[in-house]
Structures are given as C-alpha cells and as structure tokens.
C-alpha cells in the first residue's frame, strides 16, 4: 500500500508519496529433473530451447536420488550422475545444477522438490519441462494436483505422441533427437563411440571412470 505524508520544503506543505518496501522480483526458473544417467546433448538442446522460446530466466537441471518409477532405472552413483551433470552445463550461464534432490534422499519426488524451492523462493514462477511421451502419465505422480497448482508444465512436442493431456501444457517444439541416456549406456557397453551424443567433458569422464562398462 501506497501512503503519503505532509513536509514542508521551503514554506510550503507538499505531499510526499512514501514508496513500499519492494519484494524480491520474481523470476521464471525452468526445472528439468532426471536421472541424468548420463546427460546429453539432446538434454541439453530442449533446456535451450524451452528457456529461448519461453524466455525463462534460468534452468535448473535437477539430478534425482531416486526415481519414483515403478521399473526403477539401474542408476550409477549419485556423485558421478552429479559430476556429469555439472561438466554437461559449464559454460552456460543460464544453465544450473541444483542438488535438492540428492542433499533431501529417498525417493525423489517433483512435488516435494517444487514445494521446496517455492519455499525459498515464492516470488518465482516455475516450468516443470517433461517430455511428450511423459504428458500421459501426469495423473499417476504423487500429489500431482498440488502440483500442478504450483508450476506450468511445459510439454516437449514429440510427433509420435497427441497433444492431449488432463493438465494444462504450455508445448514447445524442438528439433527431435531418437536419443536416451539407454542408448548411450548400451553403446557404451559394447564398446562403440558416444562422441557427438554427449558432450566431450561427459565423454572423457565416462571414459576415465570407466562408467556403464
């Protein structure tokens, strides 16, 4: 509320308008959350393009400890999932690790990890990215309406999968990559080359950890 007060400046009585205290300008912060095992370039093409499109402020790439899904993945160790995620995103500035996720443990739900960050930071909007084959699904994540009163969900568009979803989806369309962190580890396994489907920091440090071997 604005408020105004009387002083007097050289004899005369004005009205003096007292500004409030300014809150915290709120950002739009993207979320991808994953296994990240490992991250990749398309990972990173549809992070680019949901914060151009949507002109976010920031993307916070969000490892998780362990995924909720019923078919759970085999992940690698949290800190090499961690330290590649790290090395996948340097030198973008609107790109950041956030460890919520993995420092919090156990199952990693988006609800909590969102109620958590809207906690700390309720001045911001967030855009919870998931991938079109995932839109589906949508009514079986945990507490998914307090979810989604939280966060605009923003569909990546795949050909093969109808924009039709119980939620509100903001799509965006990116260029269409047939690549998964699966694919990568099953080459990797049979010993064929991963160069130009990840970044070559990830790269190298796959090689040196000898990781999915």
């Known amino acids: 509320m604005i ?6 400046v050289s004899g005369v009585q004005v009205e003096v ?28 093409m549809i992070a680019e393009q949901v914060a151009s499109q949507l002109g976010l402020d920031k993307i916070l790439f969000v490892p998780d400890y362990l995924p909720p899904h019923v078919d759970k993945k085999e992940a690698i160790a949290a800190e090499h999932r961690v330290e590649m995620v790290r090395l996948a995103i340097q030198g973008n500035p609107n790109f950041d690790l956030d460890l919520i996720e993995i420092n919090r443990g156990g199952t990693s739900y988006s609800y909590d990890t969102v109620k958590a960050l809207k906690e700390m930071h309720p001045e911001n909007d ?4 998931i991938g079109g084959d995932m839109v589906n699904y949508l009514p079986t994540w945990h507490e998914i309406d ?8 923003v569909g990546v568009d795949r050909p093969e999968y109808e924009r039709d979803a119980k939620y509100p989806i903001i799509w965006v369309d990116t260029p269409h990559f047939d690549l998964s962190s699966t694919m990568i580890r099953e080459k990797v ?16 440090y796959i090689r040196e950890h000898h990781l999915y071997e």
């Open 146 to 153: 307090k979810l989604a009163r939280m966060v605009h969900f």
């Open 189 to 204: 396994n049979k010993g064929c080359s991963i160069k130009y489907l990840v970044p070559d920091a990830v790269e190298d």
């Open 17 to 44: 308008v007292e500004e409030p205290l300014t809150q915290a300008k709120g950002k739009k912060i993207g979320i991808l959350g994953g296994t990240f095992n490992p991250p990749h370039l398309a990972h990173l």
């Open 126 to 129: 967030y855009y919870f990215i």
């Open 3 to 8: 408020s105004t007060k009387s002083k007097s």
